[in-house]
């Protein structure tokens, strides 16, 4: 055969005639049994087309062969079945053909020369995709062209669209990444798998250095994935995804909608994003990264721009491998995952499942996430929860917000910031632009609260400055741990339900650190716990109010998602309570008829330590409710927080520091327990907490020298029990 020893000089070379394995017949090759004959895939004791037929489509993953075929696929004999074995049992076939044939046989197949010594692979798996501009280049592993690819196809010259995972690794049995780099203005990433084919499919894409636009659809887009499908993003290169501001691209989801794909990258499957490279995905037309599954980010720099949301995932957001926790037995380093968001219109991060109580969440391991969104920085449908990390949230015009909302005048909008009915703050936004909202389960007419939106926070930092409420859920709200900086022209913190801060009996200062330099009411909700931790508020109204806002709308029926409470049904006051049971509060409320801590049920101080500054320092209901000082220490004063520049310390019986901070001047002492407290002089040593407070950190510990000691507060109720409406 003419062009025999061209066939030999290079694996690419014998992979470029595999097409003329079409027209050999089969033949055996020096061996009478099946199971033990090289190439024999079909184990039918012959090595023909047949064979190489099967190896390729078990390397596409579109058959399976078991142990037996398996070995005779190993071409090579190095325990792994891959296309170095099918080129070689291509070459096989090829070789034995050729040597079937006369010395100078009449030609049977087309004489046509290859131009080059090195001929372009006709056929081949792709794995790696580059864009060119106006055109897209595919490549084999060993770097050869491919020009017909078994699991790739091209369109309109630059629309890309995967049709198979690569095959596992026989050895380790990880499946290898798509490369894809390069740059084009008019193309399309697509992965669209046969689940018929291949339903466990898991694709992976590696963005190396890739700038991928287009102007009328999504310019990564994964329609179809058996399994899931993975944006890693290799360590040192930049990577661009943008649309425009025009989609065409739709399709007929399983309710026979017609839905209009709204992302820069969008994904129909669950989607893992992560890698040490930077991404950033600009969504000039909607969102940015949408995933109507469970998206994942494990790691890597992402930014995101985006017309309306950021970052969207509909079952769930994942923000940090929890392998990587400490808790779960991890080295606790997300020093490699970034994430930035900014919208002009629209949520940072979010997640939109309201129908299934065990989907909708948003949770944060670790890393650092930064969100300038117009609406609420994070919202989850159902559940938000983070464990660690540091996260930055601006939202609409801040916490200097000054214009009146809609909302405020009763608006029924149940996304608003303040939904059905008022809690008496004037500044409100007619938007929801809260900083972290897990919204829950309401009734089809969106107004009565069925189940969910709770909010479970246990590390971390977090810092707030928002024109609507700072953290808010229409469920419960447990803050266990973390470090917090909040700004608000709304509530600092709220819940619907029940809100707990700290641990019971944890007897610390420090597993929780809550710092409210502004704020409309500071804590609020129904039923209000504190058990450990150190919380200092500056508000303009209440800066504990269990059961609504100063219009006491608190003890109304609860408005829809997002809102604040309405004025329904009324509700028995005994379901609202403020139960005092550890840990440090400072309230500072402003000059006029605003409270410290405001309960419209009982005060129950069980243990802690507080500093109630404001007109009426503790107040509770009229319906034959109570303030009742069962343990703990309470300073009053009315002094307002012009001027919080005056030191008090709890002090014990042997004179030692128990914990000190800065508050107004003027101060009185209550105490159910053997406790002292001094105002002025000066505190060395201890241990300073509260570090966002800036100047208002807090010391635990520490001698105290100079001051002078507080005497029992006059405020009438006596140093108990109060009497039912009491007021200190």
Same mark, same amino acid.
């Given at each position: 055969?003419?062009?025999?020893?061209?066939?030999? +000089?290079?694996?690419?070379?014998?992979?470029?005639?595999?097409?003329?394995?079409?027209?050999?017949?089969?033949?055996?090759?020096?061996?009478?049994?099946?199971?033990?004959?090289?190439?024999?895939?079909?184990?039918?004791?012959?090595?023909?087309?047949?064979?190489?037929?099967?190896?390729?489509?078990?390397?596409? +993953?579109?058959?399976?062969?078991?142990?037996?075929?398996?070995?005779?696929?190993?071409?090579?004999?190095?325990? @792994?079945?891959?296309?170095?074995?099918?080129?070689?049992?291509?070459?096989?076939?090829?070789?034995? @053909?050729?040597?079937?044939?006369?010395?100078?046989?009449?030609? #049977?197949?087309?004489?046509?020369?290859?131009?080059?010594?090195?001929?372009?692979?006709?056929?081949?798996?792709?794995?790696?995709?580059?864009?060119?501009?106006?055109?897209?280049?595919? &490549?084999?592993?060993?770097?050869?062209?491919?020009?017909?690819?078994?699991?790739? =196809?091209?369109?309109?010259?630059?629309?890309?669209?995967?049709?198979?995972?690569?095959?596992?690794?026989?050895?380790?049995?990880?499946?290898?990444?798509?490369?894809?780099?390069?740059?084009?203005?008019?193309?399309?990433? +697509?992965?669209?798998?046969?689940?018929?084919?291949?339903? #466990?499919?898991?694709?992976?894409?590696?963005?190396?250095?890739?700038?991928?636009?287009?102007?009328?659809?999504?310019?990564?887009?994964?329609?179809?994935? !058996?399994?899931?499908?993975?944006?890693?993003?290799?360590?040192? #290169?930049?990577?661009?995804?943008?649309?425009?501001?025009?989609?065409?691209?739709?399709?007929?989801?399983?309710?026979?909608?017609?839905?209009?794909?709204?992302?820069?990258?969008?994904?129909?499957?669950?989607?893992?994003?992560?890698?040490?490279?930077?991404?950033?995905?600009?969504?000039?037309?909607?969102?940015?990264?949408?995933?109507?599954?469970?998206?994942?980010?494990?790691?890597?720099?992402?930014?995101?721009?985006?017309?309306?949301?950021?970052?969207?995932?509909?079952?769930?957001? @994942? %923000?940090?491998?929890?392998?990587?926790?400490?808790?779960?037995?991890?080295?606790?380093?997300?020093?490699?995952?970034? %994430?930035?968001?900014?919208?002009?219109?629209?949520?940072?991060?979010?997640?939109?499942?309201?129908?299934?109580?065990?989907?909708?969440?948003?949770?944060?391991?670790?890393?650092?996430?930064?969100?300038?969104?117009?609406?609420?920085?994070?919202?989850?449908?159902?559940?938000? #929860?983070?464990?660690?990390?540091?996260?930055?949230?601006?939202? &609409?015009?801040?916490?200097? &917000?000054?214009?009146?909302?809609?909302?405020?005048?009763?608006?029924?909008?149940?996304?608003?910031? !303040?939904?059905?009915?008022?809690?008496?703050?004037?500044?409100?936004?007619? $938007?929801?632009?809260?900083?972290?909202?897990?919204?829950?389960?309401?009734?089809?007419?969106?107004?009565?609260?069925?189940?969910?939106?709770?909010?479970?926070?246990?590390?971390?930092?977090?810092?707030?400055?928002?024109?609507?409420?700072?953290?808010?859920?229409?469920?419960?709200?447990?803050?266990?741990?973390?470090?917090?900086?909040?700004?608000?022209?709304?509530?600092?913190?709220?819940?619907?339900?029940?809100?707990?801060?700290?641990?019971?009996?944890?007897?610390?200062?420090?597993?929780?650190?809550?710092?409210?330099?502004?704020?409309?009411?500071?804590?609020?909700?129904?039923? %209000?716990?504190?058990?450990?931790?150190?919380?200092?508020?500056?508000?303009?109204?209440?800066?504990?109010?269990?059961?609504?806002?100063?219009?006491?709308?608190?003890?109304?029926?609860?408005?829809?998602?997002?809102?604040?409470?309405?004025?329904?049904? =009324?509700?028995?006051?005994?379901?609202?309570?403020?139960?005092?049971?550890?840990?440090?509060?400072?309230?500072?409320?402003?000059?006029?008829?605003?409270?410290?801590?405001?309960?419209?049920?009982? $005060?129950?101080?069980?243990?802690?330590?507080?500093?109630?500054?404001?007109? /009426?320092?503790?107040?509770?209901?009229?319906?034959?409710?109570?303030?009742?000082?069962? !343990?703990?220490?309470?300073?009053?004063?009315?002094?307002?927080?012009?001027?919080?520049?005056?030191?008090?310390?709890?002090?014990?019986?042997?004179?030692?520091?128990?914990?000190?901070?800065?508050?107004?001047?003027? !101060?009185?002492?209550?105490?159910?327990?053997?406790?002292?407290?001094?105002?002025?002089?000066?505190?060395?040593?201890?241990? /300073? %907490?509260?570090?966002?407070?800036?100047?208002?950190?807090?010391?635990?510990?520490?001698? $105290?020298?100079?001051?002078?000691?507080?005497?029992?507060?006059?405020?009438?109720?006596?140093?108990?029990?109060?009497?039912?409406?009491? @007021?200190?």
């Amino acid at each position: 055969m003419k062009n025999r020893n061209r066939f030999s +000089r290079t694996l690419a070379g014998v992979m470029a005639m595999a097409a003329m394995c079409a027209s050999l017949p089969a033949f055996e090759i020096g061996a009478s049994a099946a199971q033990t004959l090289a190439g024999d895939t079909t184990k039918d004791g012959a090595v023909s087309v047949a064979d190489v037929v099967l190896l390729q489509q078990y390397l596409t +993953r579109k058959k399976t062969i078991d142990q037996q075929a398996f070995e005779n696929a190993d071409m090579n004999a190095d325990g @792994r079945v891959n296309i170095i074995d099918l080129a070689l049992l291509k070459k096989s076939i090829i070789d034995a @053909r050729t040597a079937e044939q006369p010395t100078d046989p009449e030609p #049977t197949e087309p004489t046509t020369e290859p131009t080059t010594d090195e001929p372009t692979t006709s056929e081949g798996i792709v794995t790696s995709i580059v864009f060119d501009g106006n055109s897209v280049k595919l &490549y084999d592993a060993n770097g050869n062209a491919v020009t017909d690819a078994t699991n790739v =196809t091209v369109e309109n010259g630059t629309y890309v669209t995967i049709t198979s995972a690569l095959p596992a690794d026989a050895e380790t049995g990880k499946v290898p990444a798509y490369a894809i780099s390069g740059s084009s203005s008019n193309g399309q990433l +697509r992965v669209n798998t046969d689940n018929t084919v291949d339903p #466990t499919a898991a694709v992976e894409l590696s963005l190396e250095g890739l700038t991928l636009s287009n102007d009328t659809v999504a310019p990564i887009y994964i329609d179809n994935v !058996g399994d899931s499908a993975t944006l890693t993003i290799k360590k040192g #290169t930049e990577n661009t995804i943008s649309d425009g501001t025009t989609h065409t691209d739709t399709y007929v989801n399983s309710d026979n909608e017609t839905v209009t794909v709204n992302g820069a990258i969008y994904a129909k499957d669950d989607l893992k994003i992560k890698g040490k490279g930077t991404l950033t995905v600009n969504g000039n037309y909607s969102d940015g990264i949408v995933c109507k599954d469970d998206l994942k980010i494990w790691n890597g720099t992402i930014i995101v721009n985006a017309v309306d949301d950021g970052i969207r995932g509909n079952d769930s957001v @994942r %923000i940090g491998d929890p392998d990587i926790l400490v808790a779960n037995g991890g080295d606790g380093d997300y020093s490699n995952l970034s %994430i930035s968001v900014t919208t002009k219109s629209g949520d940072g991060i979010k997640s939109t499942n309201n129908s299934d109580t065990t989907k909708g969440f948003v949770t944060i391991n670790g890393g650092t996430v930064n969100i300038n969104s117009y609406a609420d920085g994070i919202q989850a449908e159902q559940q938000f #929860t983070m464990n660690g990390g540091d996260v930055t949230i601006y939202t &609409y015009q801040g916490s200097g &917000y000054t214009g009146s909302g809609s909302s405020s005048s009763g608006s029924t909008n149940p996304w608003g910031g !303040g939904g059905m009915g008022t809690d008496g703050n004037s500044n409100k936004t007619d $938007i929801s632009a809260k900083g972290i909202k897990a919204v829950g389960l309401y009734d089809e007419a969106g107004t009565t609260w069925q189940s969910a939106g709770n909010i479970t926070i246990t590390g971390g930092t977090i810092t707030v400055d928002s024109s609507d409420d700072a953290v808010h859920c229409g469920g419960d709200m447990n803050i266990t741990g973390g470090i917090f900086k909040v700004a608000s022209a709304d509530d600092g913190f709220h819940s619907d339900h029940t809100l707990t801060i700290g641990t019971a009996n944890a007897g610390t200062f420090d597993d929780v650190q809550i710092y409210v330099s502004k704020c409309y009411e500071g804590v609020e909700a129904p039923t %209000i716990n504190q058990n450990s931790g150190t919380v200092y508020i500056v508000s303009e109204d209440d800066g504990y109010n269990a059961g609504g806002g100063a219009d006491g709308s608190g003890t109304g029926g609860f408005g829809g998602p997002g809102s604040g409470w309405s004025q329904g049904t =009324t509700s028995s006051s005994t379901s609202i309570v403020m139960n005092l049971n550890g840990g440090l509060a400072v309230v500072n409320s402003a000059n006029g008829d605003h409270d410290a801590f405001d309960s419209n049920g009982d $005060i129950i101080i069980n243990g802690g330590y507080y500093c109630a500054n404001g007109q /009426e320092p503790l107040d509770c209901g009229d319906s034959g409710n109570t303030i009742s000082l069962n !343990g703990g220490s309470v300073i009053t004063m009315t002094a307002g927080n012009t001027s919080l520049t005056t030191r008090y310390t709890f002090t014990d019986n042997n004179g030692n520091a128990i914990v000190s901070f800065l508050s107004g001047n003027g !101060g009185g002492l209550r105490s159910g327990s053997t406790c002292s407290a001094q105002s002025g002089g000066n505190v060395s040593g201890g241990t /300073e %907490i509260l570090a966002q407070a800036g100047d208002k950190t807090v010391t635990i510990g520490g001698s $105290i020298s100079g001051g002078s000691a507080l005497g029992q507060s006059s405020e009438s109720g006596g140093p108990g029990q109060g009497g039912p409406g009491t @007021r200190w």
